[in-house]
C-alpha cells in the first residue's frame, strides 16, 4: 500500500502559476502509475492529469493541456503538477492518485490509493 501527501496549493491570482507536489511513502513508487484530479464546489472530482510508473507517458484533460505539466521524480518519490496560466475555474481541491494497474487515464474508479487533497484558490 502507498500514502499519498500533496502541498503546494495556495490563493493566487488568475494569470499566476503553481507547482503541486505528492509525497508518496509505503510500496515501491516506481511500481504505481500516478495521476491528479481536482474536485470544485458542488462538482464531481474529475481528471486533470497522469503520469505512467515509467514517467514517459502523460496524459491530460483538454482543459488543461498546454498549461499544465504532470512529472515525476522517481528517485524522490514524488509527483508534480506544475500549472501555468492560472484560471478561476482551475479552482478546486486538488487530489492525488496512484494505482497498480498499467493505466494512466481519466478512470478515477481505477485508482484505489488517494491523498488528502490541497486547496487552489485563483483569483480574478
Known amino acids: 500500500q502507498v500514502q499519498l501527501v500533496e502541498s503546494g496549493g495556495g490563493l493566487v491570482q488568475a494569470g499566476d502559476s503553481l507547482r503541486l507536489s505528492c509525497a508518496a511513502s509505503g510500496r515501491t513508487f516506481t511500481s504505481y502509475s500516478m495521476g491528479w484530479f481536482r474536485q470544485a464546489p458542488g462538482k464531481d472530482r474529475e481528471f486533470v492529469a497522469a503520469i505512467s510508473w515509467t514517467g514517459d507517458r502523460t496524459e491530460y484533460a483538454d482543459s488543461v493541456k498546454g498549461r499544465f505539466t504532470i512529472s515525476r521524480d522517481n528517485a524522490k518519490n514524488t509527483e508534480y503538477l506544475q500549472m501555468n496560466s492560472l484560471k478561476p475555474e482551475d479552482t478546486a481541491v486538488y487530489y492525488c492518485?496512484?494505482?497498480?494497474?498499467?493505466?494512466?487515464?481519466?478512470?478515477?474508479?481505477?485508482?484505489?490509493?488517494w491523498g488528502q487533497g490541497t486547496q487552489v484558490t485563483v483569483s480574478s
Open positions: 492518485a496512484a494505482n497498480q494497474r498499467y493505466y494512466w487515464g481519466p478512470e478515477k474508479r481505477l485508482y484505489p490509493y
